[in-house]
């Protein structure tokens, strides 16, 4: 059965916002827990690491802390403590049905993690410890920060990556982005207060998050064989 959309003109559309709302809500990060759950086995170091993130939300925000580690020398005091933020933020918000809030829940996770490691430098604040984490990109209010040697900012290889684990891992959701992809549904997540992910203001943003879910459905689409 064919995907419903929206007609923009001569292009076909398929808004989401609320992630309760079928069947394109689930294609947001900010899921209920355990809905949509991430699994994450990485090696930093020679340090074995293994996560299960209740939304792909928290999983995003946990890019930001492994790459930070990524970057660290295996010996600096820092490593320790951001495995253990790790941890926290894995379990912040992790009963069914909660929703993880990236500027109360993380933010707040990046505060406490600050003021309680005085003597190891995490920045003084919010904006220094995302720089240190290659995560200071805006698209409006800093867009020459946290980019990569490509010109991307880390932020959208760090959602890139998120989506992909959530997608694998969820088949119906992976489904849904082959079938945009293959019926040509560009995803649009609405928000006129976010720029780069999504619609921003006056449907001028733009949404970045439904270009990547339909970049990973084309990927989808060629590794079975089949025509984007």
């Known amino acids: 059965m064919p995907r419903p959309y929206i007609k923009l003109g001569s292009i076909k559309i398929a808004p989401f916002k609320n992630p309760t709302v079928e069947p394109y809500g689930p294609f947001t990060n900010t899921t209920s827990a355990w809905e949509y759950p991430v699994k994450q086995s990485i090696i930093i170091h020679e340090e ?24 660290l020398a295996a010996t600096d005091p820092r490593q320790a403590v951001l495995t253990k933020t790790l941890h926290q933020l894995e379990n912040t918000k992790n009963n069914p049905g909660d929703e993880f809030l990236p500027y109360s829940d993380y ?15 995490f920045g003084a604040n919010q904006k220094e410890f995302d720089a240190l984490c290659d995560a200071s990109f805006h698209s409006v209010k800093a867009p020459k920060l946290g980019l990569m040697a ?26 849904l982005a082959i079938d945009c992809a293959h019926e040509e549904i560009i995803p649009i997540k609405i928000s006129h207060l976010d720029n780069y992910w999504a619609s921003g203001p006056e449907g001028a943003g733009q949404n970045r998050l439904g270009i990547t879910i339909l970049e990973l459905g084309n990927h989808y689409l060629k590794t079975q064989g089949k025509k984007s």
């Open 48 to 71: 074995q690491l293994n996560f299960n993130w209740p939304s792909a939300e928290h999983a995003f925000h946990g890019q930001k802390l492994i790459h930070l580690k990524s970057k």
């Open 107 to 121: 933010n707040m996770l990046i505060k406490n993690l600050i003021e309680t490691n005085p003597t190891l430098y």
């Open 150 to 175: 490509n010109g991307e900012p880390y932020l959208l290889e760090f959602m890139r990556l998120t989506l992909k684990m959530k997608f694998d891992q969820n088949p119906e959701l992976k489904q």
